[in-house]
């Protein structure tokens, strides 16, 4: 899946985000919200990725961490509530993609994969 800096029309957001998941299993994920009222926050600092996906019954897009070994057992679920953008944007260094999730209620969360550490 080759990236450029765009926003995923919402009619592919769960195909994208399922190929996102398959394609970057073991990537490592941080997630940052951009909230005015709230103020901005880390969620979530290199924890490694279990899915990323859109439920279009609940109009949410799920991002899943953990899970997948003895040192993170439980995946922790970030929810982002009805959501309006989803856009997607290579990155280099360490990081592979940045995925930007804005929410009606105007919050911004940041999703940035990185390979994984050695």
């Known amino acids: 899946m080759s990236i ?57 897009v799920i991002v899943g961490v953990g899970g997948r070994d003895g040192r993170f057992p439980v995946v922790l679920r970030d929810i982002i509530e009805q959501p309006q953008r989803v856009l997607a944007d290579a990155i280099g260094n360490d990081a592979r993609l940045a995925l930007e999730i804005a929410a009606a209620d105007g919050s911004q969360t940041i999703v940035t994969l990185h390979r994984p550490s050695a």
């Open 4 to 60: 450029q800096p765009h926003e995923i029309p919402r009619l592919e957001w769960q195909r994208f985000l399922d190929d996102l998941t398959e394609e970057h299993a073991g990537d490592e994920v941080t997630i940052e919200v951009l909230d005015e009222q709230l103020g901005d926050h880390d969620e979530v600092q290199r924890l490694p990725l279990a899915y990323v996906e859109y439920d279009p019954k609940d109009d949410a």
